[in-house]
């Protein structure tokens, strides 16, 4: 049987959601049977390195938190700059992905990324209608790149991402873009709750599309880390997945201090690191393998496109 959407969204439990996120994600993007390495990865990862935002206590949190309108208004709003600033970090590391059908893989993901921000500010004006001025909404529209699969790549000037993506990105993508999905999960109850109820349906279309692809992400990214995993000698992938888990889980605490759930630009700005990729975080990890993609690999005829 394959997993699908409907089957996260029918989901009772709050509890251990990665798991079954990954598999769908997996389902939807490759099949049933695919990516077998990844998905032992993750599984080893998430026994030995259990996060935080994969439990009941930070689900209830949010809830909590997303009670206040204005809170949820500044949460969505944050989102949407994430977004807008993810999609250029994606925009410059597509620009020198050594493969094609990699470069194109990333390309998707900034343009779904730049997408996004625009999405989330019309769940902000569905959501919370009136709430804000015009002039400042028309500015807004800035916090999306505007990126498009027919433009031209190019490196954003001055980016640390600007550099050919290793595995550990895709490790960390993997894993930021579950937390994502959780988060959206979360985020879809609070908004049904605060919006007007003529509203409601459009914003539910603008959620679903939301969850769409953040489910592709995941699953383009599983593809990709299943494909090095097989020519990387011993565990070092499984290694380095859960030493990543293991700095995801220490920012996630650190940000629920702070009330706060998912990064955002003035998180980051505390962390020299945050913003200059895995070369320059403290949490590198020299032992663990870094090799590019190699070029010539292609997605086999049963697996999906990122594309949506």
Wanted: with cysteine; charged share 25%.
């Amino acid at each position: 049987m394959t997993l699908n959407k409907n089957d996260l969204l029918n989901l009772q439990r709050e509890k251990d959601r990665i798991s079954f996120i990954a598999q769908v994600a997996v389902h939807q993007y490759g099949g049933s049977d695919a990516f077998p390495l990844y998905l032992k990865a993750i599984s080893e990862a998430l026994d030995s390195e259990p996060p935080p935002f994969d439990t009941e206590g930070y689900s209830s949190t949010y809830r909590n938190s997303a009670l206040d309108p204005r809170w949820l208004a500044t949460s969505i709003l944050t989102n949407a700059e994430m977004e807008g600033d993810g999609a250029r970090r994606l925009w410059s590391l597509a620009t020198f992905a050594p493969d094609g059908e990699e470069r194109d893989l990333v390309k998707q993901h900034a343009v779904d990324e730049s997408r996004h921000a625009l999405y989330y500010l019309a769940l902000l004006d569905l959501a919370f209608p009136d709430a804000i001025e015009p002039g400042f909404r028309q500015e807004l529209r800035q916090l999306s790149p505007g990126f498009s699969m027919h433009k031209e790549l190019y490196p954003i000037e001055g980016s640390p991402y600007a550099r050919p993506p290793t595995i550990d990105d895709y490790l960390q993508m993997n894993i930021a873009e579950i937390r994502t999905t959780i988060h959206h999960m979360m985020q879809r109850s609070a908004i049904r709750a605060h919006c007007p109820e003529e509203n409601l349906p459009q914003a539910l279309k603008v959620l679903d599309q939301l969850l769409d692809d953040e489910l592709a992400h995941v699953g383009y990214t599983a593809m990709l880390i299943d494909r090095v995993a097989a020519r990387t000698p011993g565990n070092r992938v499984g290694a380095l997945f859960r030493k990543r888990f293991r700095d995801f889980n220490l920012i996630t605490t650190q940000e629920l201090g702070d009330n706060a759930f998912g990064c955002s630009l003035e998180c980051c700005a505390k962390r020299e690191w945050c913003r200059a990729g895995p070369s320059a975080s403290p949490f590198s990890y020299s032992d663990a393998p870094l090799p590019d993609l190699s070029p010539g690999l292609s997605v086999g005829t049963s697996q999906g496109s990122a594309s949506h």
